[in-house]
């Protein structure tokens, strides 16, 4: 039951005037008692307004939308009944989600053969240059074998390639700067596990990548999140959670953004690094899709924006994972060097050292970087337009802006439907997890599908088509409501 939840912390308050301005897009101008609530409900959902989020009061509201008190306080009454709010005398309003509303994810339940994988947002890998670069790295490694073959750094040879791709890129780097990892996710967990300590905050994008926000619950960081649309990020509201949670960390994926693809404007990145540099801020910078760039040149590396000595404060996390293959396990941290230093430190307690051979194999592909990203990028443009294509045909209702980069659609069902959608989506061979895997707090996106474009043109065809063939025949009528759930009417 919504109303026996404990609420551990309310530490954040949303002010009558940016509420209004919020209201203003779901609920109309001088909203009735339902449509406000509604529209409330509706941006808690979408992950705009957060958890635990004090509302501002009845009378404040009232004013900043010129509508009654008690219509106001008629909302908040209809968000309480619906488990979406709790008030207590003296502590005001605030957010809530109600017990039901927590997703399950696909990964749960098993899958038959023939399976179509959405569920991962990964390419396969270059067959041609990968078998010339394994051929390659054999040859290296009878000359490395004369060595104990531990390099906790990475191998010297790739910690200069991978710094001397971001002095390229714009962001000057000596190879003490680069500790070589077992991918990105490696680097974001070694570097919170590092800088952050069990109860510390951490600002994240709300929607994020799943595996960071589960790292950074998993080391007991508590996550502060700040919401992406399509419309990007608000620098404003950036700076005031960074003001009033003050947290020890970010975490931001600025370059084509997963899930969303959006990609972060200069001026909002200069004005983040301000910010972060005020308030001694940590900021994790993962640069895992920086090049997957599709129509739009692949950004700067975020630091290289750094002017007052903030760069200090940037930890740069990147890849191979999305440029080549996945299963290298091949990625990076960029930072001072003290701090690399004290990061390895903290990567010998775990795993010793990377494989050499997939370091010889990574430095090998690293090489020839363009000439695989030249055939790679216009395949995943193609792939793309295809998958929105398919999903024009097979699903016209459903909408998405078509990102300049990345590896997938941000896709609104236009109905909370994402779990069960998903469920039913397994039985007619589609595993792909349901929008609310990306949110901060659980039980939003439910009307949100992440749908990666990784796969050849024809398969996405066919995904599209089980999903609408799901959709039809499966879907619990539940599930189907129309936009003004039953709780309002
Ligand atoms: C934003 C982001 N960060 C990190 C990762 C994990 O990358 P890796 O395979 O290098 O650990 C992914 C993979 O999907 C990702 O999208």
């Given at each position: ?16 005037r940016s509420l209004a301005t ?111 670069a394994l051929r390659a790295a ?153 090049d997957i760039a599709l129509d ?194």
């Open positions: 039951m919504a109303g026996s939840q404990v609420v551990q912390s309310v530490d954040r308050m949303l002010g009558s919020l209201l203003a897009a779901t609920a109309g101008e001088r909203p009735g008692y339902r449509a406000l609530a509604q529209g409330v409900r509706t941006l808690l959902l979408d992950g705009r307004i957060t958890l635990h989020t004090r509302l501002p009061a009845e009378r404040d509201l009232a004013g900043a939308l010129g509508v009654s008190r008690a219509t106001v306080t008629a909302a908040y009454d209809l968000l309480r009944e619906g488990g979406f709010a709790q008030s207590r005398r003296g502590s005001g309003t605030w957010t809530l989600l109600p017990e039901g509303q927590r997703p399950t994810s696909v990964a749960a339940f098993p899958a038959g053969d023939d399976v179509i994988d959405l569920a991962l947002a990964a390419p396969y890998a270059p067959q041609a240059e990968l078998a010339a054999g040859g290296m490694l009878t000359e490395l074998a004369a060595s104990p073959g531990y390099h906790p750094y990475g191998i010297p040879e790739l910690r200069a390639a991978v710094a001397e791709r971001f002095t390229r890129r714009g962001l000057p780097t000596l190879p003490d700067q680069i500790l070589i990892t077992s991918g990105a996710q490696h680097a974001v967990s070694l570097t919170l596990g590092l800088l952050g300590k069990s109860g510390d905050r951490v600002l994240v994008e709300n929607p994020s990548y799943p595996n960071g926000l589960d790292a950074i619950r998993g080391a007991g960081l508590r996550t502060a999140p700040v919401p992406v649309t399509a419309d990007g990020w608000d620098s404003d509201l950036i700076e005031s959670t960074l003001r009033q949670t003050a947290p020890r960390l970010a975490y931001m994926i600025p370059d084509f953004h997963n899930p969303t693809g959006a990609v972060m404007p200069a001026e909002q990145r200069r004005r983040l690094l301000d910010a972060v540099r005020r308030t001694g801020t940590w900021l994790i910078i993962d640069e895992t899709l920086s739009a040149a692949p950004p700067a590396p975020f630091a290289s924006l750094a002017q007052h000595g903030e760069a200090e404060q940037v930890v740069t996390v990147g890849s191979l994972s999305k440029t080549h293959w996945g299963g290298l396990r091949i990625g990076w941290v960029r930072a001072g060097s003290r701090l690399i230093t004290e990061l390895t430190q903290r990567r010998v307690t775990l795993d010793m050292a990377g494989s050499v051979l997939d370091q010889l194999v990574a430095l090998h592909l690293m090489k020839d970087m363009d000439t695989v990203l030249a055939e790679r990028l216009p395949r995943l443009r193609a792939q793309r337009d295809a998958l929105a294509a398919a999903l024009a045909r097979h699903l016209p209702e459903w909408r998405w802006e078509l990102p300049a980069g990345g590896l997938s659609l941000w896709v609104d069902l236009g109905r909370p439907m994402a779990t069960a959608l998903a469920r039913a989506a397994l039985d007619h061979g589609v595993r792909i997890e349901g929008g609310a895997r990306f949110g901060a707090d659980p039980g939003t996106y439910e009307h949100r599908l992440r749908i990666p474009f990784t796969l050849p043109a024809e398969v996405c065809e066919e995904a599209a088509r089980r999903l609408a063939t799901a959709l039809s025949t499966d879907l619990p009528a539940s599930a189907l409501a129309p936009r003004q759930p039953h709780w309002v009417a």
